[in-house]
């Protein structure tokens, strides 16, 4: 079975082992029988190992090997024709292209040994292919470069198989005559008379097979004939693999100049990109200092590409701004982070700012290239100042709301108390006229005296009156969240807390009672306590100038509203007299702001207190 079907392996086993069980029962003759057929097979399959074994195990069996299936010409050195030798190691180790080599190759070879058909097998790969073929015509050899995959059509396989396996060189005389490799589909089938194969060696290694064959007449591949074709065979197997090695590189530079092309053609759209873009692109180098820059870039900043190279993205930072972006170069330096979204402002060469929008990435150092960040930025001066406009009218309609009130509120005072007063320096001036000359008139003088206590009196009731007013003064009543109410007047003093520098903090309880009040005035009591709370710190600079807001929830139903400071702080003693009308420090100062305070909170049944703090700075609370 095994022979059936092509296991010549397996039927060599069988082969052995039938040999061994017939020594075992005597039966010598047979025993011998199967042993030679073992060796051919060990011998077709190329396991020469196991033929030599056998030999030396059973000597005699080598007197019944008559069949001589390889001739190798190894032994047979013969004479070769000097000029024909050079000839043709000249062809064929001057080429240096592949595909004209193997031509030539194939030429030298099907003319020089006498051949009808000519092969060349070369490796590609792990696979071995059919590289070209050669087919002597009516006077002239045709030879076709290609690269077929093998067919048990084109050549005996196991012919090959062999070659391969044992680097020797076959012929086979007469192919139709009984011998090693009779049994190949392809011997059976096309019947060639006359078979040459040759393996191409170089330095022991394989580096291809040259396969011949002539189905004339037998013996065409005589002794002189392959002396030169070894010859060519060895000679071939080195320019075989100069120019395969050649054929690599030319592959490779031109997939190295295609590369090449390629990333020049994308750098170039990059450029182009980059030179027209209207936002500013640049490039920095890890320390900070600029590679390169594009020409929007310059416009923006009023560098040249140049005067940028020699200085970094610090230096043309505006001062405020460069710890920030110290601190950005840092972190992606340690690798922290890649990608940076920011606004900042640079200095430009004119000393004048520029808002910019910033967008950067890093990207870390790879092999040789060491790291660099790309920056895009676009000019946003226009909307900052926009926005700057935007607070500072918002803080101004703060104040004049506020100056309003107080204005309005000591234009009627001072109209209440003029005339009062002016009635008591009347009374005054007339009480010295009274008094001068020999005989003072005591009695008008007393008279006098007693108008000006009255206007005295009349002119602290106008005042008192006025703080009864707000007391009385009928509160518009409606239910409000007193956290929103905060936000909204947070807004409203935002540039005044930025000009001066105070960092906000704000601590809002959520789930707090609503409040019932007039709104506006309570929003006018808490832009009052955070005014005097940013004003008082606006000598401080040894320490944080820290406003806190805060609400919670007082005792019972109560809210409870603190706004802490971190400022000048005053003194105990003064405690109680900063809620007194007209009280205050401040060179522009009403001192009313805390005492028409203290009315509106009590008017809403609530307490308005100050307390310092135990660090520096006072703290307002009131509860409602
Ligand atoms: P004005 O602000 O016009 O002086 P106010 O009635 O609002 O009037 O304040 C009275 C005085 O109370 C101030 O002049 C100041 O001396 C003192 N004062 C108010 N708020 C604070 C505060 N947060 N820290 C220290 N002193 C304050």
């Known amino acids: 079975m095994a022979r059936e079907n092509g296991f010549v392996h397996d039927e060599g ?15 010598e003759r047979f025993a011998y029988s199967y042993l030679y057929n073992a060796r051919n097979c060990y011998l077709r399959w190329g396991a020469l190992g196991k033929v030599k074994q056998l030999d030396e195990r059973y000597p005699a069996i080598e007197q019944r090997n008559t069949l001589l299936p390889i001739a190798t010409i190894e032994t047979r050195i013969e004479r070769l024709d000097l000029g024909t030798v050079m000839e043709v190691s000249e062809a064929v180790s001057g080429e240096i292209v592949l595909e004209q080599l193997v031509q030539k190759l194939m030429l030298i070879a099907v003319e020089h040994a006498g051949a009808e058909r000519g092969l060349l097998i070369l490796p590609y790969g792990e696979q071995y292919r059919i590289a070209a073929e050669a087919r002597t015509g009516h006077d002239e050899v045709e030879v076709q470069v290609q690269q077929a995959s093998m067919l048990s059509s084109d050549l005996p396989d196991s012919l090959l198989r062999y070659v391969m396996r044992t680097q020797e060189n076959v012929i086979l005389d007469d192919a139709a005559v009984q011998t090693l490799f009779s049994e190949d589909e392809y011997i059976r089938q096309r019947r060639p008379r006359s078979v040459l194969c040759l393996p191409l060696v170089k330095q022991g290694e394989l580096k291809g097979v040259l396969y011949l064959e002539n189905n004339l007449a037998p013996r065409v591949f005589t002794t002189k004939r392959l002396g030169l074709l070894k010859l060519i065979a060895s000679q071939a197997a080195i320019s075989l693999d100069h120019a395969r090695l050649y054929a690599d590189l030319v592959q490779e530079n031109n997939d190295r100049r295609n590369a090449e092309e390629a990333l020049r053609a994308s750098e170039e759209r990059w450029s182009m990109l980059a030179e027209n873009s209207s936002a500013g692109i640049a490039l920095i180098a890890p320390d900070g200092r600029y590679i390169a820059a594009n020409l929007a870039f310059q416009e923006m900043l009023g560098y040249t590409e140049s005067e940028l190279q020699s200085r970094t993205a610090t230096e043309i930072t505006y001062e405020e701004d460069r710890a920030a972006t110290e601190a950005h170069i840092a972190e992606a330096q340690k690798g922290r982070r890649r990608v940076y979204r920011y606004e900042k402002r640079y200095l430009r060469k004119d000393g004048t700012l520029m808002w910019a929008d910033v967008s950067s990435v890093f990207v870390p150092a790879t092999g040789s290239n060491s790291g660099f960040f790309t920056v895009v930025i676009t000019d946003i001066t226009k909307r900052k100042r926009a ?48 008094l001068a000359g020999d005989s003072p008139n005591l009695a008008e003088v007393s008279e006098a005296i007693r108008r000006i206590i009255r206007d005295g009196n009349r002119a602290a009731d106008v005042v008192s009156h006025m703080r009864g007013l707000f007391k009385k003064a009928e509160a518009a009543k409606e239910r409000f969240d007193i956290n929103e109410a905060i936000e909204e007047i947070v807004i409203l003093i935002q540039s005044e807390v930025q000009r001066n520098k105070v960092t906000l903090q704000m601590d809002l309880a959520s789930n707090l009672p609503s409040v019932v009040g007039d709104r506006v005035q309570l929003q006018q009591v808490m832009l009052n306590l955070m005014l005097n709370g940013i004003e008082a710190m606006s000598t401080v600079e040894d320490r944080e100038r820290a406003l806190l807001i805060r609400t919670q929830q007082g005792e019972g139903s109560q809210v409870c509203v603190t706004v802490r400071d971190s400022g000048i702080g005053f003194d105990l003693q003064s405690a109680e007299r900063i809620f007194d009308s007209f009280h205050t420090t401040k060179a522009g100062g009403l001192g009313l702001g805390l005492s028409i305070s203290r009315s509106i909170v009590e008017s809403h049944g609530g307490r308005l207190w100050a307390k310092l703090n135990d660090g520096p700075g006072a703290t307002f609370q009131f509860t409602l």
């Open 13 to 27: 086993i069988a082969n052995e082992l039938a040999a061994q069980f017939c020594f075992q029962r005597g039966l």
């Open 387 to 434: 926005e700057e406009r935007l607070h500072q009218k918002e803080a101004e309609l703060a104040h004049i709301s506020r100056v309003t009130t107080m204005g309005e509120l000591a234009a009627s005072i001072a109209h209440e108390v003029n005339q009062p007063l002016a009635g008591i320096v009347t009374n005054a001036k007339a009480s010295l006229n009274w």
